[in-house]
């Protein structure tokens, strides 16, 4: 991240900036090309077999692979497709060749792109448009990061047809320019963001490893201080206080796998329904009934004091014996909560009521200082997990930022 970028040229609205040039996909420096993907690449869509032959065989790129990565190497390659000789030689994908998805549930994620980099033939899928190209206009790792300037991701989204899904085919594909550099260019615009690449890759490994080491910290230390068994009823007691003056603008949800407690939007009739609503205090535990064994619990923060929540959506105070930050961190172990479907009643979407919570035993330590010492432990390993999640978001927008700087040439490497 340290190579040096020369400062941005600020564009006008009434005369083309000097050094730039008007083209069919806008400005663009006078010594970059637009070229059209049809001038670029030969398109072909992927195999499509029957199910009965997806599981073993060669390697399979599908439209997942594409999704969530730029760029896919043999190893990130899970599926595998019995196919013949003949399929083999036209469905291989090879190096440099680059795949497009070619369907999506929202626009936004239609069209997203991913080059090839193994030197193993593999094959693609049905939902997938493969682009062999025709010339050597395009450096190879630059290939991973061109197709997401905006210039390009504004053309293929717009393209997009369908209503359920959103869809684009070959020829809508073969229709798009892309602006691309001189080829030094190319590569020092690939180097530049493989830095970037690089530094966000070790920090999600890092990320990965906190939280080994996190799930490993918390059993060790629950299961190694239970000395004292006791039931929740002992433990919680139910907040139940009116929400007299009830605000549909302050009401809150508590979101699944640990995620926590946020405000929620008003739905559209709620202004007339005859819902009971109480009032939630910062340091509560609060669970959602239908969603407890999914991670649905959590404590309200301080941001939330004061917010409603309907009888679906309990919170407890807890007996001054307990330190609810460590009721929290004994009922996040996945293995814990994921059992208390068991406890659930009635027919349809079933609850966990207060009532059933109560007979749970847990084991805990036998005096609060004990608790308090663990939680202030687990405290410090979530900041510190708090932190790398946040210097990630910090990389990722970052590197977002810089590359739509440098795909339009508004910031120069040259």
């Given at each position: 991240?340290?190579?040096?970028?020369?400062?941005?040229?600020?564009?006008?609205?009434?005369?083309?900036?000097?050094?730039?040039?008007?083209?069919?996909?806008?400005?663009?420096?006078?010594?970059?090309?637009?070229?059209?993907?049809?001038?670029?690449?030969?398109?072909?869509?992927?195999?499509?077999?029957?199910?009965?032959?997806?599981?073993?065989?060669?390697?399979?790129?599908?439209?997942?692979?594409?999704?969530?990565?730029?760029?896919?190497?043999?190893?990130?390659?899970?599926?595998?497709?019995?196919?013949?000789?003949?399929?083999?030689?036209?469905?291989?994908?090879?190096?440099?060749?680059?795949?497009?998805?070619?369907?999506?549930?929202?626009?936004?994620?239609?069209?997203?792109?991913?080059?090839?980099?193994?030197?193993?033939?593999?094959?693609?899928?049905?939902?997938?448009?493969?682009?062999?190209?025709?010339?050597?206009?395009?450096?190879?790792?630059?290939?991973?990061?061109?197709?997401?300037?905006?210039?390009?991701?504004?053309?293929?989204?717009?393209?997009?047809?369908?209503?359920?899904?959103?869809?684009?085919?070959?020829?809508?594909?073969?229709?798009?320019?892309?602006?691309?550099?001189?080829?030094?260019?190319?590569?020092?615009?690939?180097?530049?963001?493989?830095?970037?690449?690089?530094?966000?890759?070790?920090?999600?490994?890092?990320?990965?490893?906190?939280?080994?080491?996190?799930?490993?910290?918390?059993?060790?230390?629950?299961?190694?201080?239970?000395?004292?068994?006791?039931?929740?009823?002992?433990?919680?007691?139910?907040?139940?206080?009116?929400?007299?003056?009830?605000?549909?603008?302050?009401?809150?949800?508590?979101?699944?796998?640990?995620?926590?407690?946020?405000?929620?939007?008003?739905?559209?009739?709620?202004?007339?329904?005859?819902?009971?609503?109480?009032?939630?205090?910062?340091?509560?535990?609060?669970?959602g009934k239908q969603n407890l064994h999914k991670g649905a619990f959590g404590i309200i923060p301080n941001e939330?004091?004061?917010?409603?929540?309907?009888?679906?959506?309990?919170?407890?105070?807890?007996?001054?014996?307990f330190n609810i930050n460590y009721i929290f961190y004994y009922f996040s172990r996945v293995h814990f909560f994921e059992?208390?479907?068991?406890?659930?009643?009635?027919?349809?979407?079933?609850?966990?009521?207060?009532?059933?919570?109560?007979?749970?035993?847990?084991?805990?330590?036998?005096?609060?200082?004990?608790?308090?010492?663990?939680?202030?432990?687990?405290?410090?390993?979530?900041?510190?997990?708090?932190?790398?999640?946040?210097?990630?978001?910090?990389?990722?927008?970052?590197?977002?930022?810089?590359?739509?700087?440098?795909?339009?040439?508004?910031?120069?490497?040259?």
């Amino acid at each position: 991240m340290n190579d040096t970028v020369t400062t941005p040229i600020q564009t006008q609205n009434t005369e083309i900036p000097n050094g730039f040039k008007q083209t069919c996909i806008g400005l663009i420096p006078e010594d970059w090309e637009a070229i059209s993907f049809g001038d670029l690449f030969d398109f072909k869509n992927g195999i499509n077999a029957s199910k009965e032959f997806y599981g073993e065989g060669v390697k399979f790129i599908n439209i997942m692979e594409i999704i969530y990565n730029n760029y896919i190497t043999i190893d990130m390659i899970k599926g595998s497709v019995l196919i013949t000789k003949e399929q083999l030689d036209n469905y291989t994908v090879n190096k440099g060749d680059v795949l497009f998805n070619r369907t999506s549930e929202t626009q936004s994620e239609v069209g997203l792109s991913a080059v090839y980099l193994s030197d193993e033939k593999v094959v693609f899928g049905g939902f997938v448009i493969r682009g062999v190209s025709k010339n050597d206009k395009l450096d190879l790792d630059f290939k991973k990061f061109c197709f997401l300037s905006k210039i390009v991701r504004n053309q293929i989204i717009q393209s997009g047809q369908g209503a359920v899904r959103t869809n684009i085919g070959q020829g809508d594909l073969q229709k798009l320019y892309l602006p691309i550099p001189p080829l030094p260019e190319q590569q020092k615009i690939a180097k530049i963001l493989s830095t970037w690449d690089a530094a966000i890759d070790n920090c999600k490994a890092i990320i990965d490893n906190i939280k080994i080491r996190n799930k490993g910290l918390l059993n060790k230390l629950i299961i190694e201080n239970g000395e004292l068994k006791v039931k929740l009823e002992g433990v919680f007691i139910e907040s139940k206080i009116p929400a007299i003056n009830s605000n549909v603008n302050k009401r809150i949800t508590v979101r699944l796998n640990l995620k926590g407690i946020e405000k929620r939007g008003v739905r559209g009739s709620e202004m007339d329904e005859a819902t009971a609503y109480y009032l939630r205090k910062a340091g509560q535990f609060i669970y959602g009934k239908q969603n407890l064994h999914k991670g649905a619990f959590g404590i309200i923060p301080n941001e939330l004091d004061g917010f409603e929540s309907s009888s679906d959506i309990p919170a407890f105070d807890v007996n001054e014996n307990f330190n609810i930050n460590y009721i929290f961190y004994y009922f996040s172990r996945v293995h814990f909560f994921e059992k208390l479907e068991d406890i659930s009643t009635g027919t349809g979407s079933k609850r966990i009521q207060p009532r059933e919570l109560y007979k749970i035993h847990i084991k805990i330590p036998s005096t609060i200082d004990k608790q308090n010492e663990i939680v202030e432990i687990l405290d410090t390993a979530t900041e510190e997990l708090n932190q790398y999640q946040q210097k990630l978001q910090t990389l990722q927008l970052q590197k977002k930022g810089l590359m739509q700087q440098l795909l339009t040439g508004k910031i120069r490497t040259v």
